[in-house]
């Protein structure tokens, strides 16, 4: 089994950083002297600052030159929107690092959601299988037979009472972790699957519930911030049936199959097609 992958730390310390600076930049740019130059009122001839004439004499006695203090007042406003943008848009830059460590993580998450879940039915074979064995040495040699075999020395050890219904992996940095847990009904046949992948305090999830039938299932998911996507199979005995998928943004789209062997085949449009179909009507003729 290959380890799950989930190394992530760099990204996330990215856009913890990119926040902290964010918070120290904003107010420390307006506490420079440029800053504070730039936003004094225009110098008038009588070698005042309006309005503030305390201050307008201590950025004069600063610049020594009505000239040079418009000159920096006017090169301040050209670049005001700047540094006012600085604040913004470095914790934009720390959400897009964010994005892109979600990204990768619910990615390996699905990956390694998928080998978990086979874990586990894995363990479940082995526990079955090692069942079966044992209810034959009873068979054979339990204390109710009359003539057992020669090889009954050769004891076989008693399964758990109930198979294994988890499975969980953590990284080698202890930050990560991905749990595996089933539901079993009373034939031992799987009733919910339910995969979490937890890393350094983000989460990713997702939940399968079975029907009846064991073929038709509801499978839902919840990415890191929180937004889920669901999707719904109705299978038939021979493999055919219907698939319909609801994106985070509530567009709907549907997939028929013949057979078990076949590959799902869109109906209609997909999620991609609506959206542009809608962002096309909202925009339509409206000019403002």
């Keep these: 089994m290959a380890e799950l992958a989930m190394s992530y730390s760099s990204l996330y310390q990215a856009k913890d950083d990119l926040y902290r600076l964010a918070e120290q930049v904003g107010p420390e740019i307006k506490k420079t002297l440029f800053a504070q130059i730039g936003n004094n009122p225009t110098v008038v001839p009588q070698g005042r600052f309006a309005g503030i004439p305390a201050g307008g004499e201590q950025v004069l006695d600063l610049v020594g030159d009505h000239d040079l203090a418009r000159a920096i007042r006017v090169l301040y406003r050209q670049v005001k929107g700047t540094m006012d943008d600085a604040e913004p848009r470095l914790e934009q830059l720390g959400d897009l ?20 879940t086979a874990a586990v039915k894995g363990h479940q074979s082995v526990w079955q299988a090692q069942q079966e064995q044992y209810d034959q040495y009873l068979q054979a040699c339990g204390p109710d037979v009359p003539d057992p075999p020669e090889n009954c020395d050769q004891t076989v050890p008693k399964p758990p009472e109930k198979p294994p219904t988890m499975w969980s992996l953590k ?43 064991h073929r038709s299932y509801t499978t839902i998911t919840t990415a890191v911030d929180g937004s889920t996507t669901k999707s719904v199979a109705k299978i038939e005995e021979d493999g055919s049936g219907t698939m319909t998928n609801t994106d985070a943004d509530g567009y709907l789209t549907s997939y028929v199959r013949g057979d078990a062997d076949e590959e799902w085949k869109l109906v209609g449009k997909s999620a991609e097609e609506q959206a542009k179909e809608e962002a096309s009507e909202l925009n339509n003729g409206q000019y403002f």
């Excluded at 690092?97 to 978990?116: C, K, R, T, W, Y």
């Excluded at 079993?184 to 999830?205: I, M, Q």
């Design 97 to 116: 690092f964010g994005a892109v460590a979600d990204a990768f993580f619910e990615a390996d998450s699905q990956l390694a959601a998928a080998a978990s």
């Design 171 to 213: 990284t080698d940095d202890d930050a990560g972790e991905l749990t595996t847990e089933v539901t079993l009904d009373d034939d031992g046949e799987v009733l919910v699957e339910k995969t979490v992948a937890r890393y350094d305090g983000h989460e990713w999830s997702v939940v399968t519930t079975y029907e009846d039938d």
